[in-house]
């Protein structure tokens, strides 16, 4: 009984080290695409060749 509760905690332990490590990876992940100087900057030329578009079919 003793060794079953071990093996069950032994993979709890790992289990949770395993989704924190996940969602840190997903949360740097998301983060980057939206909040970082680089990711802002990407969305901006985005903006700017959706405008410049717009422009060019107006013509």
Request: aromatic share 14%; charged share 25%; hydrophobic share 40%.
């Amino acid at each position: 009984m003793l060794k079953l509760l071990a093996i069950f905690l032994i993979i709890y332990i790992i289990y949770k080290f395993i989704s924190s490590v996940f969602s840190r990876i997903i949360f740097v992940q998301n983060q980057g695409s939206r909040n970082t100087r680089f990711g802002y900057e990407q969305n901006q030329e985005k903006d700017i060749s959706d405008k410049a578009r717009v422009i060019d079919d107006e013509k």
